[in-house]
């Protein structure tokens, strides 16, 4: 199983980044896929996620904010995430949002400054 996040940097608060995660095919295709956020001294948390139909659910704190898409001919879950705040800035993931894997794999930092 593949999980590989990307897209993170460095940002002003109110800007925008995209991040990325590649998966293998099969793992795709079966599961839900979800993003999680790990802040610095706390414990991850999910922060979107999508169901292989295309229903999304997203963290309170993210809400009309964050966008989770799948790109199904790409095996690729994307998070877009816009009007970025300092309490934004973690370390990414992207797993499965029930039962994920433990293959966490680096992660994407995400700063925002303010």
């Known amino acids: 199983v593949q999980l590989q996040a990307s897209g993170g940097g460095l940002v002003q608060a109110g800007g925008s980044l995209r991040l990325s995660c590649a998966t293998s095919g099969t793992f795709f295709s079966i599961n839900a896929m979800g993003w999680y956020r790990q802040a610095p001294g706390k414990q991850r948390e999910l922060v979107a996620s999508i169901s292989r139909s295309g229903s999304t659910n997203y963290a309170d704190s993210v809400k009309g904010r964050f966008s989770i898409s799948r790109d199904t001919a790409k095996d690729t879950v994307h998070l877009q995430m816009n009007s970025l705040k300092p309490e934004d800035t973690g370390v990414y993931y992207c797993?499965?949002?029930?039962?994920?894997?433990?293959?966490w794999g680096q992660g994407t930092q995400v700063t925002v400054s303010s």
């Open positions: 797993n499965r949002p029930q039962n994920p894997v433990p293959l």
